[in-house]
Nanobody, 119 residues
Framework: QVQLVESGGGLVQSGGSLRLSCEAS????????MIWHRQAPGKERELVAS????????IFPDSVKDRFTISRDNVLNTAYLQMNSLKPEDTAVYYC????????????WGQGTQVTVSS
């Protein structure tokens, strides 16, 4: 059974940092692209960042490009999202997603972790 467990969310003041973790089990981690999404209250889910097994990564929204970094550890089966200089508009539930790099129907999600940035 595939499980993705996110951790690291919480309440932080504007300008602070958080590192989200997503630990995967039940899959061959290196076969999966790891993706972070977020959904703010009243808004559609937004793709934040993705990283391939060998480390090629992309940060999607211009609003976070200079502040967020995605990484992964294929030994620990864990993906990370380092978030610096957080702003109130980064407040959202952040979701981890594992998608097979070939068989994209093999697509798994974590339960989400809340990030709240106070002004």
């Amino acid at each position: 059974q595939v499980q993705l467990v996110e951790s690291g969310g919480g309440l932080v003041q504007s300008g602070g940092s958080l590192r989200l973790s997503c630990e995967a089990s039940g899959l061959v981690f290196s076969d999966y692209v790891m993706i972070w999404h977020r959904q703010a209250p009243g808004k559609e889910r937004e793709l934040v960042a993705s990283i391939f097994s060998r480390g090629g990564s992309t940060i999607f929204p211009d609003s976070v490009k200079d502040r967020f970094t995605i990484s992964r550890d294929n030994v620990l089966n864990t993906a990370y999202l380092q978030m610096n200089s957080l702003k109130p508009e980064d407040t959202a539930v952040y979701y981890c997603n594992a998608r097979h790099f070939v068989y994209t129907s093999q697509d798994y999600w974590g339960q989400g972790t809340q990030v709240t940035v106070s002004s």
